[in-house]
């Protein structure tokens, strides 16, 4: 799927003939998303840099991290930083299927160098923690790295910038209940003594970064659907339907950390379907899984090769394009807004389109 960023120059020749007057190419869809991602892009890295650069070792006091967790609780550190730990596979298989994109390829990186530091951070919880020894925690990194992490959407870029959309939200969701247990607040008989200020401190930062990461994908996912919404939509329903979070298959104490955070309250299926997928649809102003599910069976009934559908108006009636095309508008105000504070507006400015396929109402 990477053809979606750039399609082979056949597929352009051929498409590009028979857009209707006043339509955008797809050839020129490509090119408003790319610009769109690179715009996003150089914002983020400028804000990430003035507002969350902290760092693993130095940032938290370590030293004063209480020693007597509750075992469950170890388990979940640990589980947490064993997901963490493969984001170099993470960037590796993504980095190669978008590696034509400038502003996809250098936020990979910007995105994995964000991610490392959280796996760095989890396990000086480990250790300071004194419930694991290094000599532990090294054997754990080994055993962790003699699996390889692949995604179930191997060579899908759309699908994989999609599942990364609900998987930094799930995550995110993960790291704010754990804050709930650092602060004292969890109802969970085995978390009633877990609390800990350095671990709360730990946390909240990095659930800022979830945060950060989740509007990002959600802001990529939101270009695509505005210009592509068949596509997109098809993309969204395969993902929730097969959605697990990463590397639960490679970790080798998975279930007892999977148990740990569904007893915990932290995690599980209810919180996926009401916290993850129903937040992430409100988001995109899809209003129910049935509807989602419905409209794309419309789009399908007269395929096209050359539109995605986007002249059946069932697609459009799918999802609320009207605040979708809202939150497009408002990314290019914010990458606007970036661009003139340095002045590469005047020079290159990365300006809206409008997509016409949108029926007006
Ligand atoms: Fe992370
Ligand atoms: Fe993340």
């Given at each position: 799927?990477?053809?979606?960023?750039?399609?082979?120059?056949?597929?352009?020749?051929?498409?590009?003939?028979?857009?209707?007057?006043?339509?955008?190419?797809?050839?020129?869809?490509?090119?408003?998303?790319?610009?769109?991602?690179?715009?996003l892009?150089?914002?983020?890295?400028?804000?990430?840099?003035?507002?969350?650069?902290?760092?693993?070792?130095?940032?938290?006091?370590?030293?004063?991290?209480r020693h007597d967790f509750s075992e469950p609780l170890m388990q979940i550190l640990q589980g947490f930083f064993a997901v963490e730990y493969f984001t170099p596979d993470y960037v590796d298989e993504i980095l190669n299927l978008v590696r034509r994109s400038h502003?996809?390829?250098?936020?990979?990186?910007?995105?994995?160098?964000?991610?490392?530091?959280h796996a760095d951070t989890w396990e000086n919880s480990l250790l300071f923690s004194h419930q694991r020894t290094p000599d532990f925690i090294e054997s754990y990194k080994e055993d962790l790295?003699?699996?390889?992490?692949?995604?179930?959407?191997?060579?899908?870029a759309l699908r994989n910038l999609v599942y990364t959309v609900f998987q930094e939200r799930a995550t995110q969701l993960n790291y704010l209940n754990l804050l709930k247990i650092a602060n004292g607040k969890s109802d969970k008989p085995q978390h009633k003594d877990d609390a800990d200020p350095v671990l709360a401190r730990v946390a909240q930062t990095i659930a800022t970064d979830e945060?950060?990461?989740?509007?990002?994908?959600?802001?990529?996912?939101r270009l695509f659907l505005y210009y592509y919404p068949q596509r997109t939509l098809e993309a969204i329903q395969d993902v929730i339907t097969h959605f697990t979070m990463p590397a639960n298959n490679i970790v080798p104490d998975w279930d007892a950390f999977n148990y740990a955070v569904y007893k915990a309250g932290i995690y599980g299926p209810r919180?996926?379907?009401?916290?993850v997928v129903q937040v992430v649809f409100r988001n995109l102003g899809i209003e129910s899984r049935k509807k989602l599910e419905e409209g794309i069976k419309k789009g399908r009934i007269v395929p096209t090769k050359d539109d995605d559908g986007t002249h059946l108006t069932a697609i459009w009636d799918t999802f609320?394009?009207?605040?979708?095309?809202?939150?497009?508008?408002?990314?290019?105000?914010?990458?606007?807004?970036?661009?003139?504070?340095?002045?590469?507006?005047?020079?290159?400015?990365?300006?809206?389109?409008?997509?016409?396929?949108?029926?007006k109402k």
């Open positions: 799927m990477s053809s979606l960023i750039i399609p082979p120059a056949d597929i352009l020749g051929d498409l590009t003939s028979r857009t209707p007057v006043g339509l955008l190419s797809r050839q020129e869809k490509d090119r408003l998303i790319e610009r769109g991602f690179l715009g892009y150089r914002w983020y890295t400028a804000r990430s840099q003035e507002t969350r650069n902290w760092n693993p070792d130095k940032s938290f006091d370590w030293r004063k991290l502003g996809r390829s250098h936020f990979q990186l910007r995105w994995g160098s964000e991610e490392e530091k790295r003699s699996s390889v992490h692949r995604s179930i959407w191997e060579g899908d945060a950060a990461h989740y509007n990002f994908f959600l802001e990529g996912v919180e996926y379907a009401r916290d609320d394009y009207g605040l979708v095309e809202g939150d497009v508008q408002r990314i290019y105000g914010k990458i606007v807004k970036h661009e003139k504070d340095f002045g590469r507006y005047e020079l290159d400015p990365t300006d809206f389109v409008p997509n016409p396929e949108w029926p």
